[in-house]
T-cell receptor, first 113, second 111 residues
Framework: DVKVTQSSRYLVKRTGEKVFLECVQD?????MFWYRQDPGLGLRLIYF???????EKGDIPEGYSVSREKKERFSLILESASTNQTSMYLC????????????FGEGSWLTVV | GQQLNQSPQSMFIQEGEDVSMNCTSS?????WLWYKQDPGEGPVLLIA?????ELTSNGRLTAQFGITRKDSFLNISASIPSDVGIYFC???????????FGTGTRLQVTL
Protein backbone atom coordinates (compact mmCIF):
# COMPACT_ATOMS: atom_id res chain seq x y z
CA ASP A 1 0.00 0.00 0.00
CA VAL A 2 1.08 3.55 -0.72
CA LYS A 3 1.92 5.44 2.42
CA VAL A 4 2.11 9.21 2.59
CA THR A 5 2.90 10.38 6.09
CA GLN A 6 2.52 13.90 7.37
CA SER A 7 4.51 14.49 10.52
CA SER A 8 2.04 16.69 12.38
CA ARG A 9 -1.73 16.22 12.44
CA TYR A 10 -2.54 19.29 14.53
CA LEU A 11 -0.49 22.45 15.02
CA VAL A 12 -1.17 25.80 16.66
CA LYS A 13 1.27 28.58 15.77
CA ARG A 14 1.49 32.28 16.45
CA THR A 15 1.31 34.96 13.78
CA GLY A 16 4.78 35.64 12.39
CA GLU A 17 6.23 32.25 13.32
CA LYS A 18 8.05 30.14 10.76
CA VAL A 19 6.21 26.87 10.25
CA PHE A 20 7.46 23.62 8.74
CA LEU A 21 5.09 20.91 7.54
CA GLU A 22 6.87 17.68 6.70
CA CYS A 23 5.74 14.90 4.37
CA VAL A 24 7.30 11.54 3.56
CA GLN A 25 6.22 8.93 1.02
CA ASP A 26 7.45 5.36 0.81
CA UNK A 27 6.58 4.44 -2.79
CA UNK A 28 9.50 6.05 -4.63
CA UNK A 29 7.09 8.46 -6.34
CA UNK A 30 8.61 11.13 -8.55
CA UNK A 31 5.92 13.72 -7.93
CA MET A 32 4.94 15.30 -4.64
CA PHE A 33 2.33 17.94 -3.96
CA TRP A 34 1.09 20.27 -1.26
CA TYR A 35 -2.57 21.24 -1.26
CA ARG A 36 -4.61 23.44 0.96
CA GLN A 37 -8.25 22.61 1.75
CA ASP A 38 -10.77 25.18 2.87
CA PRO A 39 -14.57 24.86 3.19
CA GLY A 40 -16.31 25.63 -0.10
CA LEU A 41 -13.02 26.02 -1.99
CA GLY A 42 -12.04 22.39 -2.43
CA LEU A 43 -8.41 21.43 -2.87
CA ARG A 44 -6.05 24.13 -4.08
CA LEU A 45 -2.53 23.34 -5.20
CA ILE A 46 0.19 25.34 -3.44
CA TYR A 47 3.39 23.83 -4.84
CA PHE A 48 4.48 20.62 -6.45
CA UNK A 49 7.74 18.90 -7.25
CA UNK A 50 8.49 16.40 -10.00
CA UNK A 51 12.04 15.60 -8.94
CA UNK A 52 14.56 16.16 -6.18
CA UNK A 53 15.44 19.83 -5.81
CA UNK A 54 12.81 20.75 -8.41
CA UNK A 55 9.72 22.74 -7.52
CA GLU A 56 6.89 24.42 -9.38
CA LYS A 57 4.32 26.92 -8.20
CA GLY A 58 0.76 25.78 -8.03
CA ASP A 59 -2.33 27.95 -7.99
CA ILE A 60 -1.77 29.68 -4.62
CA PRO A 61 1.98 29.79 -3.83
CA GLU A 62 2.01 33.22 -2.16
CA GLY A 63 3.21 33.07 1.43
CA TYR A 64 4.66 29.55 1.04
CA SER A 65 7.88 27.90 -0.01
CA VAL A 66 8.90 24.26 -0.35
CA SER A 67 11.96 22.09 -0.11
CA ARG A 68 12.71 18.72 -1.67
CA GLU A 69 16.21 17.59 -0.77
CA LYS A 70 15.38 13.89 -0.95
CA LYS A 71 13.00 12.02 -3.23
CA GLU A 72 10.84 10.74 -0.40
CA ARG A 73 10.49 14.00 1.51
CA PHE A 74 8.68 17.23 0.61
CA SER A 75 8.46 20.09 3.09
CA LEU A 76 6.08 23.03 3.08
CA ILE A 77 7.35 26.20 4.74
CA LEU A 78 5.38 29.18 5.94
CA GLU A 79 8.04 31.85 6.34
CA SER A 80 5.85 34.11 8.49
CA ALA A 81 2.54 32.52 9.39
CA SER A 82 -0.59 34.61 9.15
CA THR A 83 -4.12 33.96 10.35
CA ASN A 84 -5.38 33.52 6.79
CA GLN A 85 -3.12 30.49 6.51
CA THR A 86 -5.21 28.66 9.08
CA SER A 87 -6.31 25.62 7.09
CA MET A 88 -6.04 21.90 6.46
CA TYR A 89 -2.86 21.06 4.51
CA LEU A 90 -2.66 17.89 2.46
CA CYS A 91 0.49 16.32 1.09
CA UNK A 92 0.26 13.92 -1.85
CA UNK A 93 2.47 11.94 -4.20
CA UNK A 94 2.23 10.15 -7.53
CA UNK A 95 4.30 8.34 -10.13
CA UNK A 96 5.57 9.78 -13.36
CA UNK A 97 3.22 12.00 -15.38
CA UNK A 98 1.49 14.78 -13.52
CA UNK A 99 -1.95 13.36 -14.16
CA UNK A 100 -1.30 9.98 -12.60
CA UNK A 101 -3.32 8.93 -9.58
CA UNK A 102 -2.47 11.04 -6.56
CA UNK A 103 -2.24 9.46 -3.11
CA PHE A 104 -2.86 11.71 -0.14
CA GLY A 105 -1.60 11.85 3.42
CA GLU A 106 -3.96 12.23 6.36
CA GLY A 107 -3.66 15.99 6.50
CA SER A 108 -2.27 18.58 8.89
CA TRP A 109 -4.61 20.99 10.62
CA LEU A 110 -2.83 24.29 11.14
CA THR A 111 -4.28 27.06 13.28
CA VAL A 112 -2.50 30.41 13.31
CA VAL A 113 -3.45 32.66 16.22
CA GLY B 1 -6.84 27.50 -15.32
CA GLN B 2 -9.19 24.56 -15.62
CA GLN B 3 -12.50 24.74 -13.83
CA LEU B 4 -14.54 21.88 -12.46
CA ASN B 5 -18.11 22.38 -11.34
CA GLN B 6 -19.20 19.69 -8.93
CA SER B 7 -22.79 19.29 -7.81
CA PRO B 8 -24.58 19.13 -5.58
CA GLN B 9 -22.51 20.89 -2.92
CA SER B 10 -24.17 18.87 -0.19
CA MET B 11 -26.71 16.11 0.21
CA PHE B 12 -28.73 14.83 3.13
CA ILE B 13 -30.16 11.38 2.48
CA GLN B 14 -31.62 8.50 4.39
CA GLU B 15 -29.86 5.20 4.80
CA GLY B 16 -30.72 2.90 1.92
CA GLU B 17 -31.24 5.65 -0.64
CA ASP B 18 -29.23 5.91 -3.84
CA VAL B 19 -26.99 8.93 -4.43
CA SER B 20 -25.91 10.67 -7.62
CA MET B 21 -23.38 13.44 -8.05
CA ASN B 22 -21.60 14.86 -11.06
CA CYS B 23 -18.73 16.95 -12.24
CA THR B 24 -18.51 19.15 -15.32
CA SER B 25 -15.41 20.69 -16.84
CA SER B 26 -14.99 23.69 -19.08
CA UNK B 27 -12.80 21.67 -21.42
CA UNK B 28 -12.21 18.11 -22.53
CA UNK B 29 -10.53 15.82 -20.02
CA UNK B 30 -8.78 12.51 -20.67
CA UNK B 31 -8.81 11.28 -17.08
CA TRP B 32 -11.41 11.45 -14.35
CA LEU B 33 -10.83 10.37 -10.76
CA TRP B 34 -13.22 10.18 -7.82
CA TYR B 35 -11.99 10.49 -4.23
CA LYS B 36 -13.70 10.22 -0.86
CA GLN B 37 -12.56 12.09 2.23
CA ASP B 38 -13.68 10.83 5.62
CA PRO B 39 -14.02 13.47 8.34
CA GLY B 40 -10.57 14.53 9.56
CA GLU B 41 -8.68 12.38 7.04
CA GLY B 42 -7.05 12.78 3.64
CA PRO B 43 -8.89 11.88 0.41
CA VAL B 44 -8.75 8.28 -0.74
CA LEU B 45 -9.09 7.20 -4.37
CA LEU B 46 -12.35 5.41 -5.17
CA ILE B 47 -12.45 5.04 -8.94
CA ALA B 48 -10.27 6.05 -11.89
CA UNK B 49 -11.62 6.50 -15.43
CA UNK B 50 -9.47 6.79 -18.54
CA UNK B 51 -11.79 6.38 -21.53
CA UNK B 52 -14.86 8.25 -22.76
CA UNK B 53 -17.99 6.24 -22.04
CA GLU B 54 -16.21 4.04 -19.52
CA LEU B 55 -18.38 2.74 -16.69
CA THR B 56 -16.52 1.38 -13.66
CA SER B 57 -17.79 -0.05 -10.39
CA ASN B 58 -16.21 -0.41 -6.96
CA GLY B 59 -18.67 -2.24 -4.71
CA ARG B 60 -21.76 -0.05 -4.36
CA LEU B 61 -20.07 2.79 -6.23
CA THR B 62 -20.31 3.28 -9.98
CA ALA B 63 -18.65 6.06 -11.93
CA GLN B 64 -18.91 7.00 -15.58
CA PHE B 65 -16.69 8.99 -17.92
CA GLY B 66 -19.09 11.13 -19.96
CA ILE B 67 -19.24 10.67 -23.72
CA THR B 68 -18.54 14.37 -24.29
CA ARG B 69 -15.37 13.99 -22.13
CA LYS B 70 -16.46 17.09 -20.25
CA ASP B 71 -18.28 15.38 -17.42
CA SER B 72 -18.29 12.46 -15.04
CA PHE B 73 -20.84 10.94 -12.70
CA LEU B 74 -20.66 9.01 -9.45
CA ASN B 75 -23.50 6.92 -8.12
CA ILE B 76 -23.73 5.23 -4.73
CA SER B 77 -26.39 2.59 -4.29
CA ALA B 78 -28.11 1.68 -1.03
CA SER B 79 -26.23 4.22 1.08
CA ILE B 80 -25.01 3.32 4.55
CA PRO B 81 -23.80 5.52 7.43
CA SER B 82 -20.11 5.00 6.59
CA ASP B 83 -20.69 6.67 3.20
CA VAL B 84 -20.65 9.99 5.06
CA GLY B 85 -17.87 12.26 3.88
CA ILE B 86 -16.82 14.59 1.10
CA TYR B 87 -16.60 13.25 -2.43
CA PHE B 88 -14.21 14.97 -4.83
CA CYS B 89 -13.92 14.62 -8.56
CA UNK B 90 -10.60 15.33 -10.24
CA UNK B 91 -9.63 15.48 -13.87
CA UNK B 92 -6.93 16.43 -16.30
CA UNK B 93 -6.98 17.47 -19.96
CA UNK B 94 -3.76 15.69 -20.88
CA UNK B 95 -1.08 13.45 -19.41
CA UNK B 96 1.22 16.44 -19.03
CA UNK B 97 -1.31 18.48 -17.05
CA UNK B 98 -1.86 18.68 -13.33
CA UNK B 99 -5.02 17.30 -11.84
CA UNK B 100 -7.78 19.80 -11.17
CA PHE B 101 -10.15 19.07 -8.27
CA GLY B 102 -13.81 19.87 -7.90
CA THR B 103 -15.07 21.68 -4.81
CA GLY B 104 -16.54 18.52 -3.35
CA THR B 105 -19.95 17.09 -2.49
CA ARG B 106 -20.61 16.68 1.23
CA LEU B 107 -22.77 13.64 1.91
CA GLN B 108 -24.71 13.14 5.13
CA VAL B 109 -26.60 9.90 5.75
CA THR B 110 -29.32 9.72 8.35
CA LEU B 111 -30.64 6.54 9.88
Amino acid sequence: DVKVTQSSRYLVKRTGEKVFLECVQDMDHENMFWYRQDPGLGLRLIYFSYDVKMKEKGDIPEGYSVSREKKERFSLILESASTNQTSMYLCASSFGGLGNTIYFGEGSWLTVV
Amino acid sequence: GQQLNQSPQSMFIQEGEDVSMNCTSSSIFNTWLWYKQDPGEGPVLLIALYKAGELTSNGRLTAQFGITRKDSFLNISASIPSDVGIYFCAGQPSAASKLTFGTGTRLQVTL
